[in-house]
């Protein structure tokens, strides 16, 4: 079975780092873009962040650039996202998701996401 | 990147058909074949229900179907079943930021 699991997140003071993970089983996860999308509490999807198979191609939104670093350890079968200067507004529940199949540019499956609350 | 446009609710009784638009522009929805949709139940994860525009994932019933004119995609659901009540999100492929989420549409079933 295909599975997406992720951990880290939590509360943190504005200014403050955080570190996601990501953990996939059931796939070839070397074979797969990843990608990093997150939800504010009752509020849309907003992409954040992807990375390709081998680390070649990393992407980020505008609004965490310079911010957040997005990366994998193929041999762990895992993806992380780095979070520093963390602000009020990158409150939300972070999913990592898979890229669905090679250009189908489609996010299948999602992690059950992990809350990062950024509050003082 | 402006978010794509989705009306902010749609409903329809069971049985019924429902359409759910997603407006962009020529620089994502109208300008490559990429528009995907997710369906997210409260509390859960989204998955996604249509690719490419109009792709369905194995497992999805083909009560859902995609489709696109000019800027504007739209994913129909026809049959309309007391569980297709979700959140939906459409997403497309944009040569500005490579993806943007619409802005969201609550599918009520009457």
């Known amino acids: 079975e295909v599975q997406l699991v992720e951990s880290g997140g939590g509360l943190v003071k504005p200014g403050g780092s955080l570190r996601l993970s990501c953990a996939a089983s059931?796939?070839?996860?070397?074979?797969?873009?990843m990608n990093w999308v997150r939800q504010a509490p009752g509020k849309g999807l907003e992409w954040v962040s992807s990375?390709?198979?081998?680390?070649?191609?990393?992407y980020y939104a505008d609004s965490v650039k310079g911010r957040f670093t997005i990366s994998r350890d193929n041999a762990k079968n895992s993806l992380y996202l780095q979070m520093n200067s963390l602000r009020a507004e990158d409150t939300a529940v972070y999913y990592c998701?898979?890229?669905?199949?090679?250009?189908?540019?489609?996010?299948?499956?999602w992690g059950q996401g992990t809350l990062v609350t950024v509050s003082s | 990147q402006s978010a794509l446009t989705q009306p902010a609710s749609v409903s329809g009784s069971p049985g019924q058909s429902i359409t759910i638009s997603c407006t962009g522009t020529?620089?994502?929805?109208?300008?490559?074949?990429?528009v995907s949709w997710y369906q997210q139940h409260p509390g859960k994860a989204p998955k996604l229900m249509i690719y490419e525009v109009s792709n369905r994932p194995s497992g999805v019933p083909d009560r859902f179907s995609g489709s696109k004119s000019g800027n504007t995609a739209s994913l129909t659901i026809s049959g309309l079943q007391a569980e297709d009540e979700a959140d939906y999100y459409c997403?497309?492929?944009?040569?500005?930021?490579?993806?943007?989420f619409g802005t969201g549409t609550k599918v009520t079933v009457l």
């Open positions: 990375i390709s198979s081998s680390s070649s191609y990393i």
């Open positions: 020529s620089s994502d929805v109208g300008g490559y074949n990429y």
């Open positions: 998701a898979r890229d669905y199949s090679y250009g189908s540019w489609a996010f299948d499956p």
């Open positions: 997403s497309s492929y944009t040569s500005s930021s490579l993806y943007v």
């Open positions: 059931g796939f070839t996860f070397s074979s797969y873009s």
